[in-house]
Structures are given as structure tokens and as C-alpha cells.
């Protein structure tokens, strides 16, 4: 029997198969290459896209537009909760761990008592002091409330200047109210209307007041002008504090320092619709209370 030397042959059918396998690999990689391609070009166009969103959506840190208050602004009376936050990229404000922001919210009616009172107390803090504690990045703002129709003191935005802040303290006028009950509400107003540069980091408030709210779900005092001349004002309610205080969610610490019972109803309530929120009589506050709590914040 002879046997061949040459190269065998395939059947048609298997070269019919191996040429159906080679068609499909070339289509698969066609495809493939396409879906790159379409890939990539949609990549570069969400980025163009992105590019153009940021230079004109999203707002810039310290500019007073901060995370909380993109989309209203302190001319808006229907400004809604910072639970809510904006709706532009809140991630893309990065948090800065670093920072603290303090606000001293502060009853700047004047007292006719020399007993121990708010001024007295804000004079003896020396609170431009944190700003100089070692290795604490601290910003302090100082916002100030008086009695409804008096001038309003303008508030000092956040700053990292003691001396700056040392000579807004010592100009602060203490003007005289009509009645006992304060105007409360114009500090939380200005405290979240857009007007301080709230940033993207840790926040405490601490509040100084020997009053109480006007409005007669936050004292006990009588319905007269010298204890509250608006005492049955609909603008001074639990729910109207309640708005305030969800547009201060972003707080991680409320301190409220009192100096008299006079106060005791407004901070119950008040602690009831915010529950970070710590009371100290003021007697009992130094500024090595202060650097406590401070550090405290850091640990």
C-alpha cells in the first residue's frame, strides 16, 4: 500500500466553519472597536459638559454661597431647609476636616441691671483668643439681635483675624429695647439667609442671651408693651423657630448660654426642635470652657 507525502487536504465543510469563525472574530472586533469609540466620544462630552456645569452652577467655598445656600439667597422669605441642601453636586465641595466654624449669636439689647449681663460677659471672654490656640484652624463669626424696629447691628462674617474680631467686640452698641423679649428670629435670619460663608466643615453655635423670644410659646411673661409688645404676633411661633432650626441641621453643637430664668421656656423649646443643643448658665462659661468644647470638636 503507498502512503502520500503531500499536505492533506481539509473537507470543504471544516474550511466552511473555519472561514464562519474568522467572520464572526473580524464583526466581534468591529463591534468592539465601535463600542470604544462611541465610549470614549460620550466620555469626552460628559466631561465638556461637566466642565461648563461647574463654572456656572456650583458655587465657590467662603463665597457666601456656600453648600447650604445655593439655590436662595437672604432675599428670599421662602427659603427652604439646608436638610435639603442644593441640588447641584453637594459632593463636590469637598469637607474640609480641618476647619471649625464658630458663630456667636448674640443679644446686643442693652441692660440697665450692673449685674452680670451679656455685655459684660462678651467683654471678660475675650473670644478673639480661639483664633490663636495652637495647631486649631478656626474661623468665628459674631451675628448680633435686638429688639423688633431697632437698627440692626451689621454681623461680622466668618473670619481668622483676632485683631479684626477683638475690634468688632469692643464697637458692638448695646441699644436699648422697648420691651423684655427680644427679636431672636433676626439672628437666626441672618444666620441662615445666606448671608455668613457657612464652608463645608465642622459648626457650633453659641448662643449668649438674657431674653427670651417675642412671641408667647417661648415665656411666661405678661401680655403688656414693657414684657412683650408682641405677644399674640403670628411672626413669632414655634413653627416659624422650627424652619430656622432645620436650616441649621448642618450645626454639629448648639450652645445656649443663659443668665436668668427668664429664658427657661424659649430653651426648652428650642431644645425640642434641636436636639444638639446644650444649655450652660453663663456664670459657669470661661473662655477655658470655650477652648474645651473646642478641642473637644478636633478629638
Known amino acids: 500500500m503507498s502512503s502520500s507525502t503531500g499536505p ?61 445656600f445655593t439655590s436662595y439667597g437672604g432675599k428670599n422669605p421662602s427659603a427652604r431647609s439646608t436638610t435639603d441642601f442644593c441640588e447641584e453636586e453637594p459632593e463636590s465641595l469637598p469637607r474640609d476636616d480641618l476647619l471649625l466654624q464658630i458663630c456667636f449669636l448674640i443679644d446686643a439689647t442693652a441692660v440697665n441691671s450692673k449685674e452680670f449681663n451679656v455685655k459684660t460677659f462678651l467683654t471678660e471672654l475675650q473670644i478673639e483668643e480661639l483664633l490663636l490656640i495652637p495647631d486649631l484652624k478656626i474661623e468665628i463669626a459674631v451675628v448680633c439681635y435686638r429688639d423688633l424696629g431697632a437698627k440692626p447691628q451689621p454681623p461680622l462674617n466668618f473670619t481668622n483675624d483676632p485683631d479684626l474680631l477683638a475690634k468688632y467686640i469692643q464697637r458692638l452698641v448695646f441699644a436699648q429695647g422697648d420691651d423684655t423679649a427680644e427679636n431672636v428670629f433676626e439672628g437666626f435670619e441672618i444666620m441662615t439667609n445666606g448671608t455668613l460663608s457657612w464652608k463645608n466643615c465642622a459648626q457650633l453655635v453659641f448662643h449668649v442671651a438674657d431674653a427670651p423670644c417675642h412671641g408667647k410659646e417661648f415665656h411666661n411673661l405678661e401680655n403688656n408693651p414693657t414684657e412683650d409688645a408682641y405677644y399674640n404676633d403670628d411672626r413669632f411661633t414655634v413653627a416659624k423657630a422650627a424652619e430656622y432650626f432645620r436650616r441649621l441641621e448642618h450645626i454639629e453643637q448648639y450652645y445656649f448660654f443663659y443668665f436668668n430664668n427668664k429664658t427657661e421656656k424659649m430653651e426648652s423649646v428650642f431644645m425640642k426642635l434641636f436636639s444638639r443643643m446644650i444649655v450652660m448658665e453663663a456664670k459657669d462659661v470661661y473662655f477655658d470652657t470655650l477652648k474645651t468644647i473646642i478641642e473637644e470638636m478636633y478629638n
Open 8 to 68: 492533506t487536504s481539509k473537507p470543504d465543510d471544516e474550511l466552511s466553519d473555519a472561514s464562519t469563525e474568522d467572520d464572526e472574530y473580524v464583526k466581534q472586533i468591529a463591534r468592539d472597536v465601535t463600542v470604544e469609540a462611541l465610549l470614549e466620544k460620550s466620555r469626552l462630552r460628559l466631561e465638556e459638559e461637566f466642565e461648563i456645569y461647574k463654572q456656572t452652577k456650583l458655587p465657590t467655598m467662603g463665597s457666601g454661597n456656600s453648600k447650604y
